[in-house]
C-alpha cells in the first residue's frame, strides 16, 4: 500500500538460507512496527498512506471499533449486546493464555457469554486458536475446545482498544517486549497464518498446551506445512527461552520447528527462523529440511 513494491519482493524471495540484507531487514522491520499500529483495515491503510497521520489513523480506529460496538445491538435477540461488548473486550485484555469465562467484566451465565463469544467468532472480528494433541494429521482431528485461546482480527483495533503507547512501537530502540504486554505479537502472527491461507478457506488455528503439577509447556501456534506437522514459536524481540518447543518437537518426535521474532532468516540447529514480517513465507517450502539433530 505504501508503495514499497521492491521491498515486499524482496521479502517473499527471502529464505533462512537467504536471508534478507541487514538494510533491507531494519527497513522491514519498520515497517513492520507501523503495521503493529495501523492495522489492516482498508479505511485506516489508505488514511496513513494519503497524509501519514497517525493521530488521525488513531481516530479512525476508535470510529471503527465504536462501529463494530453499535453492530452488536444487531444480534441481541441471541445475547444481550451488553454481553458481548464485555467479552469483546476481553478478548482484547486477556491477551497470552487460555480465554476464561470468569475474567469477562460483566453479570450473566457462562451460556451466555459463550454465545457471544460463537458470535464474535462467526462474525470475524475475533480468532480462536484450539489446542490440539498434534499427534498426526489433520490437526483439527484431535482438538480440545476447553483449550482455546482467542486474538482480535486486527493488530490496529487491539493496540487502540489497550490504549498501549505508539511510541513503544515506532522507536527503532524501543522493546518490543513492553508492547506484547497485550500479547500483540502472537495476535498479529495468528491474523497472517489465516491472511497466507485461501479466502476461500480461511486456515483453522492451532496451538499445544501440555499442563502438569509441576510445569507447563505451550506452543503458540501448531501447523501443517505440506504432509509435516511443524510448531511456531512467536517472540516478541530478538531472544528468549524455547524450553516449550523443544519438549514438543522431543516428544512429537519432529526434526524441527519455526521460531519467529525481530531476527532475520537464519537457521540453528533444529530451529528454523523466520522474522515476524515474513509469516507467508513459512509455507512457500524454499528452504531445506534442517535434519534431526
Request: charged share 20%.
Amino acid at each position: 500500500a505504501t508503495g514499497q513494491d521492491m521491498l515486499a519482493e524482496a521479502i517473499s524471495q527471502a529464505t533462512t538460507l537467504a536471508p534478507l540484507p541487514e538494510p533491507l531487514h531494519f527497513q522491514a522491520v519498520k515497517m513492520l512496527r507501523l503495521f503493529l499500529v495501523i492495522g489492516g483495515m482498508p479505511a485506516v491503510v489508505a488514511a496513513y498512506c494519503k497524509g501519514g497521520d497517525i493521530l488521525r489513523c488513531q481516530r479512525l480506529l476508535v470510529e471503527l471499533i465504536r462501529s463494530f460496538r453499535d453492530d452488536f445491538a444487531k444480534y441481541r435477540k441471541r445475547v444481550p449486546q451488553v454481553r458481548i461488548d464485555a467479552v469483546f473486550r476481553s478478548v482484547a485484555e486477556q491477551g497470552l493464555g487460555k480465554f476464561v469465562y470468569s475474567k469477562v467484566d460483566t453479570d450473566g451465565n457462562s451460556e451466555q457469554l459463550r454465545t457471544a463469544l460463537e458470535t464474535l467468532i462467526m462474525a470475524g472480528l475475533v480468532y480462536p486458536v484450539t489446542h490440539t494433541a498434534a499427534n498426526g494429521i489433520p490437526l483439527g482431528a484431535e482438538i480440545n475446545e476447553k483449550y482455546r485461546r482467542m486474538i482480535m482480527m486486527d493488530t490496529g483495533m487491539l493496540q487502540c482498544m489497550l490504549g498501549l503507547d505508539l511510541t513503544d512501537f515506532l522507536r527503532p530502540d524501543a522493546d518490543m517486549n513492553v508492547v506484547n504486554r497485550g500479547a500483540v505479537a502472537e495476535a498479529f502472527v495468528g491474523i497472517e497464518l489465516v491472511k497466507s491461507s485461501s479466502c476461500f478457506m480461511p486456515r483453522e488455528l492451532y496451538c499445544w498446551h501440555k499442563e502438569k503439577t509441576s510445569s507447563n509447556a505451550e506452543v503458540d501456534y501448531v501447523v501443517q506445512i505440506g504432509g509435516e506437522i511443524h510448531p511456531i514459536e512467536v517472540k516478541a524481540g530478538t531472544s528468549g527461552s524455547m524450553q516449550s518447543m523443544r519438549v514438543f518437537l522431543q516428544q512429537k518426535n519432529i526434526p524441527w520447528g519455526i521460531r519467529t521474532s525481530l531476527e532475520n532468516f537464519c537457521q540453528y540447529n533444529d530451529i528454523k527462523v523466520y522474522p515476524l514480517y515474513a509469516i507467508a513465507n513459512i509455507f512457500k517450502g524454499k528452504d531445506i529440511s534442517i535434519p534431526s539433530v
